[in-house]
């Protein structure tokens, strides 16, 4: 029986033509010799079998991509997924009156955080029932369903604006944390001599009909890794400030969806 012919990639040809050409032109102007050469590919398989490709392409090309699309369009920058984000968060309510509470643990550690948006488009319309995805680590740094002992939605969860588009949620401030370093991410970091922290930030994913999934962070004026970013993911309209209340702290954001 003839196997059947896979249809042609026109794109998948062209994209892969291009990486194969920018690779080769890599390797001429690096002028490896052969046992660097065979160290790189060494290094590359290591990448891969670890698992760690989907960090080390989070840390040195999402962002470089994302500036590429982004920088020069309307609307709120966008940032770094990042490898921590899990599918099934639950469904956080409000009580009238009261802020939303972000999954926790009873008596969690950390400063208490209350974060407010608004939600637009570049259109300047307010967004109302925009879903928005939270998520950010814990006062040990650690993420829930990654290396954390927490429960696998701590401080994850996902909730809708109200019919101005605002929205408060009562978590914790995040804290800076380094990326797993014990790995051939890690091996990269200390053969360039690059630190491996990423400042303290908040990760929010908003999905509106007609608009552009956004998917970026919060970070936090006078955070010590702010400029040293190993992610490169900081933009300045992503930064805001920590307000001390004496017994929490305050923070708030505006953003502005694309169209589709």
Do not use: C
């Amino acid at each position: 029986m003839q196997k059947e012919l896979t249809k042609k990639n026109e794109r998948v040809e062209e994209v892969f033509h291009l990486f194969i050409k920018h690779i080769q032109g890599f390797l001429d102007e690096a002028k490896l010799n052969h046992e660097e050469y065979t160290n790189f590919v060494n290094w590359a398989d290591r990448l891969g079998r670890s698992g760690e490709f989907p960090l080390y392409a989070d840390v040195f090309l999402e962002t470089h991509v994302l500036k590429a699309m982004y920088t020069e369009k309307p609307g709120t920058q966008p940032s770094l997924l990042g490898p921590y984000f899990i599918e099934g968060s639950p469904l956080i309510e409000a009580e009238p009156g009261k802020p939303l509470v972000l999954t926790q643990r009873p008596d969690e550690a950390g400063e208490v955080l209350y974060f407010k948006g608004n939600v637009s488009n570049v259109d300047g319309k307010k967004l109302a029932n925009t879903r928005v995805e939270m998520w950010h680590n814990d006062a040990s740094q650690k993420y829930s369903a990654f290396d954390s002992d927490a429960p696998r939605y701590n401080f994850r969860g996902h909730f809708y604006t109200d019919e101005n588009g605002d929205f408060e949620v009562k978590s914790i401030v995040p804290l800076p944390y380094s990326i797993p370093t014990d790995g051939p991410t890690g091996e990269f970091l200390e053969y360039t001599d690059q630190h491996p922290m990423r400042p303290a930030h908040l990760h929010l994913m908003f999905e509106a009909e007609g608009h552009e999934t956004l998917i970026t962070q919060v970070f936090f004026e006078g955070d010590e890794y702010l400029e040293t970013d190993v992610a490169d993911g900081v933009r300045l309209d992503l930064l805001t400030k920590l307000i001390d209340k004496g017994s929490h702290k305050e923070a708030s954001l505006n953003f502005v969806m694309r169209t589709v």
